[in-house]
């Protein structure tokens, strides 16, 4: 969506028009924003994805997905938001038309690519808590890994029509190439209903069936016949309630409004405030870094495997500190050449 008719469209640019004349403080405050983002997606993101790979606890079905959503978010810290961050402090879009496509590209893979595995993550719970039975069979470790190459090659199908639609321009106000929200009406509502309100209408379906299960066990009124829920189960799913919570509340006004643009573009567009609109795309952004806090928060098992993975880096690093005084110390006592045989085979040796 853009209001102020301003587009990028790769062979004619005009700096004067990929430009706005605001205070300040905004470019500051946005570009501090997404850097603390991009820094705790990152650091958080392979703090998950080592953690499982390190902890035989946290290596099993359910996590492939969680790795796979770790990627999805790692994406657009890697590479758009640094590329955002560089337009933030040069007021304008200097990189290009290609970085454009590639950047807005990778932006839409990283959230579909999301919403995708927050899916994909429901379904795995719904069928761990809800059909225990038939769960080792529909999720074993040969059928978790097609089922995450699956939710890849449908978010990779999802975006390509972008590139013919011409829907990735960049937009000043969020200094961003990224979806426009008015390149085609018709388009923006599919992408809006497909791409998040169905996905959102089947994570809700599944979480309600096991909140309904869970209220059952708490109540004594599950049927015999189900497996018991253990507090790890419940805890389990709780941590990946909130992270698609989380998802839904940060993405929903950007999905609304975008909905409202492509229904009635002329009258919505002019009365939508640009502080709404920006608040809305940042907020988006923000939902890339916080998946990790979650886990570390709620889930026991990856809290203490952060806490090892970075016990290991801090003494690590003092190892290696250490090494280098310990090599300083006897570079300083290294004995003279006057010294004996004997005196040398013994500093050696210490």
């Not at 853009?2 to 005009?14: I, P």
């Amino acid at each position: 969506m853009s209001t102020n008719g301003t587009h990028f469209n790769g062979s004619s640019l005009a700096p004067h028009e990929l430009t706005l004349n605001r205070p300040p403080w905004v470019a500051n405050t946005l570009g501090c924003f997404l850097i603390f983002t991009t820094v705790v997606d990152i650091l958080g993101n392979l703090l998950v994805i080592f953690s499982v790979y390190r902890n035989k606890k946290l290596r099993n079905a359910g996590n492939v997905f969680v790795v796979s959503l770790a990627v999805a978010d790692l994406v657009v810290a890697l590479y758009p938001y640094p590329l955002v961050l560089t337009s933030i402090f040069h007021n304008g879009w200097n990189l290009g038309y290609m970085h454009c496509q590639i950047s807005g590209f990778l932006m839409g893979v990283s959230v579909i690519g999301s919403i995708f595995n927050i899916t994909g993550i429901a379904l795995n719970r719904y069928c761990y808590i809800c059909h225990s039975l038939k769960y080792d069979k529909l999720y074993s470790d040969k059928n978790s890994l097609c089922y995450v190459l699956l939710i890849w090659v449908l978010t990779v199908v999802a975006i390509v029509p972008n590139l013919f639609v011409g829907s990735l321009q960049y937009d000043p106000r969020v200094y961003s190439c990224t979806f426009v929200q008015s390149a085609s009406s018709a388009y923006t509502i599919a992408v809006v209903f497909f791409h998040f309100i169905l996905p959102i209408l089947i994570v809700t379906y599944c979480y309600l069936r096991i909140w309904v299960l869970v209220i059952q066990v708490r109540r004594r009124v599950k049927p015999d016949n189900r497996p018991k829920l253990t507090p790890h189960d419940v805890r389990n799913f709780v941590t990946m309630f909130v992270v698609f919570v989380l998802f839904a509340v940060c993405w929903a006004p950007l999905n609304f409004i975008g909905l409202a643009v492509a229904i009635s573009p002329d009258a919505v567009v002019p009365i939508i405030p640009e502080w709404l609109f920006v608040s809305s795309y940042f907020m988006a952004y923000f939902n890339s870094c916080l998946n990790a806090i979650v886990y570390g928060v709620l889930n026991q098992n990856f809290r203490r495997e952060y806490k090892r993975i970075i016990v290991s880096i801090c003494t690590a690093r003092i190892f290696l500190s250490d090494s280098s005084n310990d090599a300083a110390d006897r570079m300083k006592s290294k004995p003279s050449p006057l010294m004996t045989n004997n005196n040398q085979v013994k500093v050696d040796s210490v």
